[in-house]
């Protein structure tokens, strides 16, 4: 993508109000970043299957088994080589797919006939997804060479990861047939997502593989423990990192505004146009602080003119802005004000500093067991879907009283708790490890559990079956949680500070396990790939 025409873009989302990919590429590696360079995308299936239907070759089976790529010396087939390609097509398209057009991305074309913006070499989309899968192919086969080197074997959590991701694939599969009308086993669903040269063998031994992968360098990165000391330390150096201000302030644009001519087309304003806006703009910003300081309310005063926009945020990060470098200067002091000129917004702002915090609200640690409201079948337009709806969940909360019950009566101790969770809980995320979530902030778990997780009587031991949906998001539910407290753990800002050098020291580790492999293409198998 070319300088003028990436500013173009940029120029068109903003007034459209839409994202700017750069941004959600930043965003993205942001995350991926805190996230430790998990390699979790190819234990599970991302499964968009409308955006890459058109993706996959249809022309007949090809031959699976040659060799595509060579990895230090290690061959993997065409079939092998497909199944990272197109999880990283997929993981790409599901995280951008509202921006893809203007990364100039045309999922109903040929990958190999249009230019990637992700690159500046004029690569194509297909050579990138390419050299990823092929990067993520050799960082699993180092990742697994040194677990093996380690003596780590095959164990009953990564078959609870394996079984975890087949049950996955069963249940896409049975979802995509009740939407179609199909009747596709397993592996006829598989080969839709990845094409016929993947077939079952070949997911089941590349999950394996990353499975094993994973769980080596999660060994190591719960080797990672910081004392206080090393908190603290880090925090003082880089305290704007960790640290948030409460502020208010008054915004005034300072654009000039653009036109129409008679045809109807847009036209720019003129820099005379432009340079009075910016003035008038400056004149009304300097008029409200001296209201203010004449002991105005920044709130009321933004009300006196169309041009004012009040907002206020009690919790604001630190980034590199005019705004921002001014709320965490140093100096700053409670009540302190300004008028700030921001030359990438063309903006005035009427600036009030309340005070600069860190968040020293406790994190919890808490196990539960989830028993979902089942659902299926229920027509919500139906004069019986409440009766019906009350009915599925008096089952649901029958079933969790019945489990809540039998911990109870059999010693009710965190350690029976936790084998009833794997036992019973219905919660994915947590029905391997003993329904165990860890350094837990408030606010980041549906409404009831949260309000009865931070209640301030809350003590160890404490259990109790809880209520709960969620709507509105992409995984809606309904059901019953068997809340047992484990107890309180490390205020927010030294979760943060942990999670901060935990993830410097994982990727430190990570790029001396991986990266240097010899990777070599093979064109006989590589033509199939796609």
């Known amino acids: 993508m070319s300088a003028s025409r990436e500013k173009k873009v940029r120029q068109e989302q903003q007034s459209s109000g839409y994202t700017d990919p750069k941004t959600a590429k930043e965003a993205k590696e942001h995350r991926e970043a805190k996230r430790s360079n998990t390699i979790y995308l190819l234990v599970a299936i991302a499964f968009v299957v409308v955006a890459i239907i058109s993706l996959v070759w249809k022309s007949g089976i090809p031959e699976r088994n040659v060799t595509a790529v060579t990895i230090d010396g290690e061959n993997y087939t065409a079939a092998e080589t497909q199944y990272y390609y197109i999880n990283n097509y997929q993981s790409f398209v599901s995280d951008y797919y509202y921006y893809l057009s203007y990364f100039g991305l045309d999922t109903s074309k040929s990958l190999k006939d249009q ?55 069963q249940s896409s599969t049975d979802s995509y047939n009740a939407s179609k009308g199909t009747n596709l086993k397993a592996k006829g669903y598989l080969q839709l997502i990845y094409g016929k040269l993947v077939n079952m063998a070949t997911y089941e031994k590349l999950v394996k593989n ?6 080596y360098a999660d060994a190591y990165q719960a080797t990672l423990t910081y004392t206080a000391d090393q908190l603290d ?12 201000v409460n502020y208010e302030m008054i915004s005034i644009s300072g654009k000039a505004a653009s036109t129409t001519d008679a045809d109807g087309n847009t036209v720019a304003p003129t820099e005379e146009e432009s340079a009075a806006a910016l003035e008038a703009a400056k004149a009304l910003a300097d008029s409200l602080y001296a209201q203010y300081q004449a002991g105005g309310i920044l709130s009321k005063l933004a009300e006196t003119d169309d041009k004012a926009n009040y907002s206020a945020n009690d919790k604001a990060s630190y980034s590199d802005s005019t705004l921002m470098n001014w709320l965490f200067d140093e100096s700053r002091q409670a009540n302190d004000s300004a ?17 600069r915090y860190r968040d020293e609200t406790k994190t919890v640690d808490v196990r539960h067991i989830l028993i979902q409201v089942d659902e299926t079948g229920l027509d919500s337009e139906s004069d019986s879907y409440d009766a019906e709806l009350q009915a599925r969940k008096d089952e649901a909360k029958a079933k969790a009283d019945e489990i809540f019950a039998q911990w109870k009566n059999g010693g009710a101790t ?8 794997n036992e019973y809980s219905e919660d994915p995320g947590s029905n391997s490890t003993g329904g165990l979530y860890e350094q837990v902030t408030k606010g980041s778990m549906v409404d009831a559990f949260d309000a009865w997780c931070f209640d301030d009587a809350r003590k160890s031991g404490d259990a109790d079956v809880v209520y709960a949906e969620r709507t509105n998001s992409g995984s809606d539910y309904k059901g019953y949680h068997i809340i047992y407290y484990v107890g309180d753990d490390l205020p927010v800002w030294q979760v943060t500070v942990t999670n901060t050098l935990k993830s410097a020291d994982y990727n430190a580790w990570y790029s001396q396990q991986t990266g240097s492999e010899e990777i070599t293409l093979v064109d006989k198998g590589v033509s199939k790939v796609g």
């Open 233 to 244: 330390a880090e925090y003082a150096e880089n305290s704007n990192r960790y640290d948030y």
């Open 339 to 355: 008028v700030l000129f921001d030359e990438n917004t063309s903006s005035y702002y009427l600036v009030r500093f309340n005070e």
């Open 414 to 421: 965190e350690d029976s708790f936790a084998a009833l969770a």
């Open 115 to 169: 230019e990637c913006a992700m690159t500046d070499d004029g690569s194509s989309w297909y050579d990138y997804f390419l050299d990823q899968a092929t990067k993520q192919m050799a960082a699993i086969q180092s990742l697994c060479a040194a677990a093996e080197e380690e003596g780590m074997k095959w164990d009953d959590s990564m078959q609870a990861d394996f079984d975890a991701a087949m049950e996955s694939l």
């Open 210 to 215: 990353a499975i094993l992968a994973q769980h």
